[in-house]
């Protein structure tokens, strides 16, 4: 039922692996158990089965089991020579990877499917991104702030492995086509010029949300 969510998600050379939530996750290593030593039942799940799902899609890279830790903006340290992303929500966990040589980032994002309030969707796209959902119809209007959402989180982590730093929801333009997205900088951040644009896909099926964005090198 929600494997067609992720089918052609990503682009060949990019391994993903997703799970549900609350399925057996498997041991943590300790120095990931003191991370979540403190947290509340439903986050210790989540970040368990999302490591689970990365350890999963390294091994298809030939990369042995080994400690996934974040680093000073909750980003995961991937082993050298692999960028990823990990994305999780109530119902279901997914990781991916890929070779750094072929991707510069990537990032996944799941969302449960329901419309975001008025007042949340006007922090999270400009007028001109609301126009421009409103006409293509791709998505009926009430899901597509959501949409829009989940796509700039999945641009979020994607741009992190290239410039490590924080950006927020004015920072790209992100035009919805019929299951892509084009995501352009609005101003230059790090080494990425203004005018940058990222690649993106989404998917909607059994109430989930799941966007991807990739660069290529
Ligand atoms: C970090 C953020 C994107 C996470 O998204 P979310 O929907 O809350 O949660 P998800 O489950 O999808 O993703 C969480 C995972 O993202 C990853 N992540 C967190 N910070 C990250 C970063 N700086 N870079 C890359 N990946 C990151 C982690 O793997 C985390 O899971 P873990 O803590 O179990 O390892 C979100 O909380 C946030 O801060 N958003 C504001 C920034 C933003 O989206 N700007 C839009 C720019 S256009």
């Not at 086509?177 to 790090?190: I, K, N």
Request: charged share 20%; with cysteine.
């Amino acid at each position: 039922m929600f494997g067609v969510l992720f089918e052609g998600l990503f682009p060949a050379g990019v391994a993903l692996a997703w799970e549900r939530s609350d399925a057996p996750a498997g041991e943590l290593f300790p120095e990931e158990e003191a991370l979540v030593a403190q947290a509340v039942a439903k986050r210790r799940r989540e970040f368990a089965q999302g490591r689970a799902c990365a350890r999963r899609v390294l091994a298809e890279l030939g990369i042995p089991p080994a400690p996934l830790l974040p680093g000073e903006m909750r980003e995961p340290r991937w082993p050298q020579g692999v960028v990823g992303s990990i994305t999780h929500d109530a119902l279901l966990c997914a990781a991916v990877v890929g070779r750094a040589e072929a991707f510069a980032g990537l990032g996944i994002d799941l969302e449960p499917d329901e419309p975001l309030e008025a007042n949340v969707a006007a922090r999270i796209w400009s007028a001109e991104e609301a126009a421009a959902a409103r006409e293509s119809a791709v998505v009926p209007f009430d899901s597509a702030a959501k949409l829009v959402f989940s796509a700039k989180e999945a641009v979020y982590k994607c741009q992190f492995a290239l410039t490590q730093t924080f950006i927020g929801f004015g920072a790209v333009t992100l035009l919805l086509g019929d299951g892509t997205f084009d995501a352009t900088l609005t101003a230059s951040v790090g080494a990425l010029p203004l005018g940058y644009r990222f690649t993106g896909s989404w998917r909607r099926a059994a109430g989930e949300i799941v966007t991807a964005a990739w660069c290529c090198r």
